[in-house]
């Protein structure tokens, strides 16, 4: 006849004996452990507990037990996974202790499931990285030319410069217009010519401009030739 008992006490110390710091008595037949991954994550730490209490005839019989999360997230769908997986292990061992074996399999799980975190993080570093790297590589090549954004381009262009040409022709007269010669002035306003008149007193002399004029257009008077000279010298000497 099978001494359950005596084999479910066994198994306890031998439980004891391997996880000295993760196993917790709760009762003669219930415990807890606690299960780790070999590469924790000091930021983001998981841990596992299974936790067992020993059916009359185990271990010819499943031991109830309950699969839970000490700390950080475990997503659904691997917790499901690991569930099944223990389930699976547990009753392919059914007639011999089976603990370790379940403790086992929950913490291969455990470690894939960082692993699978540290893939994604990598990833999404090197993802990171690459868009850094497409948009400094863009800084260097520009918008590409096409004839519709030329033509928008262009017209924009013609915009501007025919405001610039605008503003300069209007600095250009305002310019001219300040630097009027004496001769434009009076061209532009003839009240000019009279308004030295006012000044003049009775007995000024007022200058015929028709002799300025005859100026410009002759020259001056000319004198008389070297002969007429010679001849009017003579008749005086008589």
Do not use: C
Request: aromatic share 8%.
């Amino acid at each position: 006849m099978t001494d359950y008992l005596e084999e479910q006490q066994n198994e306890i110390e031998a439980l004891e004996s391997i996880y000295p710091d993760e196993f917790q008595a709760i009762s003669e037949k219930e415990f807890k452990i606690s299960i780790y991954p070999d590469e924790q994550d000091e930021d983001h730490p998981r841990a596992i507990s299974l936790q067992v209490k020993y059916t009359p005839t185990y271990p010819d019989e499943l031991p109830e037990y309950d699969i839970k999360t000490l700390e950080g997230q475990i997503p659904t769908s691997y917790y499901t996974k690991m569930k099944d997986a223990v389930k699976e292990a547990a009753e392919e061992s059914v007639g011999m202790a089976m603990i370790f074996t379940m403790v086992s399999i929950i913490k291969e799980e455990l470690d894939n499931i960082m692993l699978d975190v540290q893939r994604a993080e990598e990833e999404i570093i090197n993802e990171n990285r690459r868009k850094q790297e497409e948009a400094e590589q863009a800084k260097f090549t520009g918008t590409k030319v096409t004839v519709e954004n030329f033509m928008a381009w262009k017209k924009t262009f013609d915009e501007e410069m025919l405001k610039k040409d605008a503003v300069l022709r209007a600095q250009k007269e305002k310019e001219l217009k300040g630097k009027l010669t004496g001769r434009q002035l009076f061209e532009q306003d003839k009240s000019l010519a009279m308004s030295d008149a006012k000044y003049m007193d009775a007995d000024d002399v007022s200058v015929d401009a028709s002799l300025f004029d005859k100026e410009e257009r002759g020259g001056a008077l000319e004198p008389e030739d070297d002969e007429n000279a010679v001849w009017k010298q003579f008749d005086k000497e008589e």
